[in-house]
Each structure stands twice: as structure tokens, then as C-alpha cells.
Nanobody
């Protein structure tokens, strides 16, 4: 059974940092692009960041560019999202996702594997 499990969420003050992890099990995703998405209360799920299979190519939403960094460790079958300079508007449930393609994508419909999500709350 394929599983993606997020961890690292929590409550942080504005300006603080958090590091999310996404651990994959059940199959290897070393040849798969992966991504992070988020959903705030009352809003649709939105793209945050994506990374290609090797980790060389990344792409970010404008709202997080320069503050968030996506990375992966294929030896550990794990992806990360380092979030710095957090703002209250970053508050959301963060989901990791994987797709059956090596190239990155910002389109949620192109991802076939999803985690259950981890809550990130940024207080002002």
C-alpha cells in the first residue's frame, strides 16, 4: 500500500519557521516528481511548491517564493518543505503529493498520490 505521511506542522508565531517532511512508503518515488499543496479554511486547495525527480528543478507559487524551500532525499524516500518568515496567511493544512512522472507540475490534478495533510497555524 502506497502511503505519503506528512509531519512537522504546528503552531508558530509570524516570522517563525517550520520544516515539513513527507515520508513515502509502499513504493519508491525516486523517479517521481513531488509537490506541496495547501488548503486554508473556506478556500480551495492551492499549489505551494514542486520538485522534479532528481531535486534539481523546483518551482514555487509567487506567494511563497523566497521564503519556502522544497527539497528531497531520494535515499530516504522523503521530501521536505522549509518554511521561513511565516505569515498568518500561510495558515492551512499542507499536503504532499507525488505523480507518475519525472517532471514537476503545479497542477494538482496531475498528482495521483496524496498524504493526509499536516496543520500549520501561524499566529500574528
Amino acid at each position: 500500500q502506497v502511503q505519503l505521511v506528512e509531519s512537522g506542522g504546528g503552531l508558530v508565531q509570524a516570522g517563525g519557521s517550520l520544516r515539513l517532511s513527507c515520508a513515502a512508503s509502499g513504493r519508491t518515488f525516486t523517479r517521481s516528481a513531488m509537490g506541496w499543496f495547501r488548503q486554508a479554511p473556506g478556500k480551495e486547495r492551492e499549489f505551494v511548491a514542486t520538485i522534479n525527480w532528481s531535486g534539481v528543478n523546483t518551482y514555487y507559487a509567487d506567494s511563497v517564493e523566497g521564503r519556502f524551500t522544497i527539497s528531497r532525499d531520494n535515499a530516504k524516500n522523503t521530501m521536505y518543505l522549509q518554511m521561513n518568515s511565516l505569515k498568518p496567511e500561510d495558515t492551512a493544512v499542507y499536503y504532499c503529493a507525488a505523480r507518475n512522472s519525472a517532471g514537476w507540475s503545479s497542477n494538482a490534478s496531475e498528482y495521483g498520490y496524496w498524504g493526509q495533510g499536516t496543520q500549520v497555524t501561524v499566529s500574528s
